[in-house]
């Protein structure tokens, strides 16, 4: 504790000091002194909380156990939720810069490359895909995919020109709505998407139709409660499903170059879009897959280059990895 603190007074004193006369410098020293605050407070809360104990309101006149409030935004509180308020108002603020190819957006855009063969291909050798649609513009006819944290549609729209139906999920009505209108521009997709405003604990809580795949893509360092995260997506689907997943290792290189040369030196992404803290450490995802049920088929390291704004499969997945899962038959 006290050297997280001696961290911060030094690096205050350095911001001040001629040494540090750069706008990077300057905005890497802010940000590693925001984060040693924000880990130095959770950590102080964390000592003064008991565990298994909640605060209740005396003087409320409810003596109903399943009784929750809800925020503004309508989803409930008082129970275990992936949703976080922060997180969601970060990309509701993107809403109008999804479908910019050359806005804050960009990287994700170019994502779809990899991710879009990377679904293609995993269904593929899961044997999901008919095999006389293999070799067809349209390999995912007949299967129904759930894109959860889909904001604008970008991955929801090239998944459907390959035939799937696909349902996209955005906790931000602001993005649901932008895709809508996106998709509703062509009519070779329109009637293959739907999008929905909630959370995947809240879609899935009455699901009839299970799905022949489950993606989360660039999601799990955005939400809460990772580990329900991954068993909902397991409840969603049918028996031989596939779960996608790309996200950020939590490591010192991904505090480096996710956070610090992608959003403050290179300014890829606006400042304060990821929280290292949030980051989903590659091994501990792959054993909450294990616990969940599911068997692991491929991890794989992927790299951007923001000079060609393109990524590439790497073996390293010190940064960026992207993992598929199978729900057993």
């Known amino acids: 504790m006290k050297i997280m603190k001696g961290h911060v007074t030094t690096l205050a004193f350095l911001q001040r000091s001629k040494f540090f006369i750069t706008p990077a410098i300057h905005n890497f020293c802010r ?38 409030s809800s925020d503004s935004d309508g989803h409930e509180q008082g129970r275990e939720s992936t949703y976080i308020e922060e997180e969601v108002s970060k990309f509701r603020a993107m809403a109008n810069m999804w479908w910019d190819p050359k806005g804050d957006a960009k990287p994700l855009h170019a994502l779809n490359r990899l991710r879009v063969s990377l679904i293609r291909d995993g269904l593929i050798h899961s044997k999901s895909v008919d095999p006389e649609q293999v070799g067809g513009p349209k390999p995912l006819a007949g299967l129904k995919i759930l894109d959860v944290g889909c904001g604008g549609g970008i991955l929801c729209e090239p998944l459907a020109r390959l035939g799937a139906s696909v349902d996209g999920l955005d906790a931000a009505e602001e993005n649901v709505a932008v895709a809508s209108l996106h998709a509703n521009r062509d009519a070779r997709i329109r009637n293959n998407i739907n999008y929905i405003c909630g959370t995947v604990e809240e879609h899935t809580k009455s699901l009839k139709d299970h799905y022949d795949a489950v993606v989360a893509s660039e999601i799990l360092e955005h939400i809460e409660a990772t580990d329900l995260f991954v068993k909902t997506c397991f409840d969603a689907l049918k028996p031989g499903g596939s779960f996608f997943v790309t996200t950020i290792n939590k490591t010192t290189v991904s505090w480096l170059g996710g956070i610090l040369i992608a959003e403050y030196a290179l300014r890829l992404l606006p400042v304060g879009t990821h929280d290292w803290n949030r980051f989903v450490p590659r091994q501990e995802l792959l054993f909450m897959l294990e616990k969940n049920g599911f068997a692991t088929r491929l991890v794989h390291g992927m790299a951007y280059n923001p000079l060609a704004s393109d990524w590439l499969w790497i073996k390293s997945s010190s940064i960026n990895y992207a993992v598929h899962a199978v729900k057993p038959a």
């Open 31 to 68: 940000f590693y002194s925001n984060t040693i605050e924000k880990q130095t407070q959770r950590t102080e809360q964390s000592s003064r909380t008991l565990p298994h104990t909640e605060d209740h309101d005396t003087s409320s006149s409810s003596s109903s156990s399943d009784d929750s």
